[in-house]
């Protein structure tokens, strides 16, 4: 597991937060590595001075971070070379998810100048995620953090990921700026049932809110990457689900079907929800097949190599956050390893699974 | 107030119907539906089902709109730039089949080949009017005769396209040392004709068996010196029919498994041997079900290679995949003369191969001008107003239209004109028959059959596909 969160020691604990680059040599915007100690690594921005922990220091080099001397960390917003960044907007959020691995809070930190900021210290070619809570909450600050940053920076790409509640049509005209072709909206959706659906988010009406802003984004031409997240309540019926995707949402550009994070609600509620793919394959199988006699591009996210059945392997991907992945100790020698999504960090076993084992 | 897309049906059992929108959306249902959708009395439970597959209109959200309008969109495909091209080097060849497909001239005759300055004038076409990536099919004739030309123009597009790829239509009568060197690369395919087992092959086309057995041991030559790069298909005459295992058995001896099987065409010198070509014969229909059923029957879930049709393959995937418009023989709009384009011996530029017998037979000249002064427009766009199927009155009452195409090059050599009544013609009753078939096996219940369907798809396990609504 990446860390994401670095202690650091700033010479003047009462000075405001900043976003900066670290880097090798100082620049504008650059927090420049002035001294490199054995234990330490010694950091110049502007007026400010600040040291981490030497291996911390390697590590982060390029990072775009968010450092806050008064909590004495640095968070590393963006990550050099990676493409797994994303963008904390807020942690509110309008729906309350029943497995919902970042659980939301009533309180809000308006960061967008900071964000902002970072998005314009990118590498050249990023794609950046924003997510939260619910990033739309804030939509007319995140629509011009975007229009801003997308019109400085043709460069980069973006990933938000939004329970898409909050559209409406007086937003169509707007999402056809050159800029919203460069989104990509990733849109949770859980089951072809609207009761079903609502009652997985906990939010009445929220289903029928889903439809027409699926509508409203295929008019204006954006980009969709539709995400389902395996339950115990949703999995048998996962091929209707596929037959509506299909029927319905023909013009989303891939549908991501995921297992579970063992994080936030659905860590204590992991007995009750979780579905082990692997005991009973019939209906992943199934809905993959609907989907891709559709040519429906899909792709599985967070499965072990090892836990889906062999015609559905081609369609694993290795991870969709980098930083997340982990491998059981009965991994050690499987020949699959360095293809496979491994497991969250935050349950590193493969008790969870009824057929899981090293492949050899 | 909500309703029912604009549907359109067709009875394909005593009380089976396939129902169908403009966008190609399909679901199969029974005929009391059908009256219940005619007559306005649609239940809740047909409203639920219409809604859950994008058919019910009039909806706050108009998602179902908006999904239909996309999946036409996907149908309506605009034009693309230049990405197929067939060349004919030369109409001279070593053979004279007694159904020609394409005009020929004897091996000795002159002025059939490009000259010098068609050649570059040919060259400085594909460069100017190509696209990133290119197709180039090499017909005739024998194009093997001019081996010199097609390294010229190999040489050219490899330095010019990004990965081009060739394809040689050869009889495969001789592979002398330097054709051998040519078919090794890996860019450079066989596609040859093999009618099935070499009695009908001495028939139709080599007539001794001395020839008969150079062709078959040529065959085997091409296999090893273009591994997985040869593909032969059979022509087949409907008063000669091979028995459809001993026709596979024939191509699996060389490790073909993907058959195109094509009727005897209507084209070229075929017209003058085979006169009653001009309708179609049901009796190809039964024939081409039974090698559908043959194939299937040998798909099991340890065969290798699948055995497929390559055409009805792709029409299951027209039908349920609207963005499926590769196929410049199948689509509506049909797009002549902008993504696919024939130049002949001559430098004349031709839409179809078909286009180009038809000028050849002195039937009608659909030439679009030549290489060295460029495509003729005004030609071009008045032969497109005749390939667009979806208002004609027939087939816009077809489950099937938009998953069908128009061919007015087809329409013109059959019936002299291209507004023929549709049911009355080989291409509706031949692909009516493709599509009827194609709708019984996506929703077949045999094992056997939805195995064959995820291997011609390429889905990870068999699963029943349609919709459907009874």
């Given at each position: 597991m990446i860390p994401l969160m670095i202690k650091a020691s700033f010479e003047d604990k009462s000075a405001p937060p900043f976003v900066a680059r670290v880097g090798l040599e100082s620049a504008n915007n650059t927090a420049a590595l002035s001294a490199e100690l054995p234990d330490v690594h010694i950091y110049q921005y502007r007026e400010q001075s600040f040291s981490v922990a030497s291996d911390m220091g390697r590590s982060m080099n390029g990072d775009v971070i968010f450092a806050n001397p008064a909590t004495g960390t640095l968070h590393r917003w963006l990550r050099s070379g990676s493409s797994h960044n994303t963008l904390l907007v807020t942690e509110r959020c309008d729906q309350l998810c029943q497995m919902c691995s970042q659980p939301p809070r009533k309180t809000h930190l308006d960061m967008f100048d900071h964000l902002k900021q970072a998005c314009l210290l990118a590498e050249p070619c990023a794609q950046i995620g924003f997510s939260g809570g619910e990033p739309l909450l804030f939509k007319h600050q995140l629509f011009e953090l975007l229009e801003t940053v997308g019109e400085a920076r043709p460069d980069l790409t973006f990933h938000i990921l939004t329970n898409a509640q909050h559209f409406d049509t007086a937003d169509v005209e707007r999402l056809r700026l050159t800029v919203y072709s460069r989104v990509k909206w990733g849109i949770p959706l859980y089951s072809d049932q609207a009761a079903m659906h609502d009652q997985i988010v906990a939010k009445p009406g929220a289903f029928a809110q889903l439809m027409s802003s699926f509508a409203l984004l295929a008019h204006s031409g954006q980009s969709i990457e539709l995400r389902t997240v395996l339950l115990r309540e949703n999995y048998s019926s996962l091929p209707e689900l596929a037959r509506m995707v299909s029927n319905r949402?023909?013009?989303?550009s891939t549908w991501a079907i995921m297992q579970m994070e063992r994080i936030g609600f659905a860590r204590n509620r992991w007995a009750d929800l979780f579905v082990d793919h692997s005991a009973q394959t019939a209906p992943l199988d199934e809905a993959v097949s609907i989907a891709t006699s559709r040519s429906l591009d899909v792709a599985l996210f967070n499965?072990?190599?090892?836990?889906?059945s062999p015609a559905l392997r081609p369609y694993l991907h290795a991870s969709i956050s980098d930083w997340k992945n982990a491998f059981s100790s009965e991994c050690k020698d499987c020949t699959a390893k360095s293809f496979c999504a491994g497991f969250f960090a935050w349950h590193a076993t493969l008790a969870d699974y009824e057929r899981a084992g090293p492949i050899r | 107030m909500t309703r029912a897309l604009p549907l359109r049906f067709r009875r394909v059992a005593d009380d089976t119907a396939i129902v169908a929108d403009e966008a190609g959306r399909f679901f199969r249902s029974n005929m009391s539906f059908v009256s219940r959708l005619a007559d306005g009395h649609l239940t809740p439970t047909d409203k639920a089902f219409l809604d859950s597959r994008g058919f019910l209109l009039g909806k706050e959200d108009q998602l179902n709109e908006t999904s239909f309008l996309y999946a036409l969109a996907q149908r309506l495909q605009p034009p693309k730039p230049l990405s197929y091209v067939i060349l004919i080097p030369t109409l001279r060849c070593d053979l004279s089949c007694a159904y020609c497909q394409v005009s020929r001239a004897a091996?000795?005759?002159?002025?059939?080949d490009w000259s010098e300055e068609t050649l570059q004038a040919v060259l400085q076409y594909l460069d100017e009017h190509g696209g990133e990536s290119i197709q180039i099919e090499f017909q005739g004739g024998e194009p093997s005769l001019r081996l010199d030309l097609l390294e010229r123009v190999v040489q050219f597009a490899r330095a010019r396209f990004s990965k081009p790829q060739f394809v040689v239509c050869t009889n495969l009568s001789s592979i002398d040392s330097a054709f051998a060197d040519f078919m090794a690369s890996e860019d450079v395919y066989i596609s040859t004709s093999l009618d099935g087992p070499s009695w009908l092959h001495e028939v139709q086309r080599t007539q001794n068996s001395d020839r008969t057995s150079r062709f078959f041991s040529n065959l085997s030559k091409a296999c090893d010196l273009a591994p997985g790069r040869v593909h032969a298909l059979p022509t087949l005459d409907v008063n000669r029919l091979p028995e459809p295992n001993e026709l596979l058995d024939a191509f699996d001896a060389f490790g073909l498994r993907s058959i195109y099987l094509r009727p005897v065409s209507y084209h070229g010198f075929a017209r003058k041997h085979h006169p009653t070509s001009v309708g179609y014969d049901p009796r190809w229909s039964n024939f081409y079900s039974s090698v559908i059923h043959a194939m299937i029957s040998r798909n099991t879930s340890n065969c290798g290679a699948a055995w497929e049709e390559f055409y009805l393959t792709h029409l299951i995937k027209r039908l349920l995949r609207p963005?499926?418009?590769?196929?410049?023989?199948?689509?509506?709009?049909?797009?002549?003369?902008?993504d696919h384009l024939v130049i002949d011996y001559d430098g004349v530029l031709y839409p179809t191969d078909e286009a180009r017998m038809l000028a050849r037979t002195g039937q009608v000249d659909l030439n679009l001008g030549n290489v060295q002064n460029g495509l003729d427009l005004g030609r071009r766009a008045q032969m497109q107003a005749a390939a667009f199927n979806a208002l004609d009155p027939w087939c816009s009452r077809c489950p099937y239209q938009s998953a069908c195409g128009r061919d007015p090059i087809d329409d013109l050599a059959r019936h002299g004109h291209v507004n023929p009544p549709r049911p009355r013609t080989a291409f509706c009753q031949r692909h009516t028959h493709l599509f009827d078939l194609a709708a019984s096996l996506i929703y077949s219940d045999c094992p056997d059959t939805q195995l064959s369907l995820s291997k011609w798809l390429e889905l990870p396990v068999p699963t029943k596909l349609g919709e459907q609504h009874l």
């Open positions: 949402l023909p013009f989303i499965m072990p190599y090892c836990t889906v | 091996q000795t005759a002159k002025g059939y963005g499926e418009n590769s196929h410049a023989d199948i689509r509506s709009p049909n797009w002549l003369g902008y």
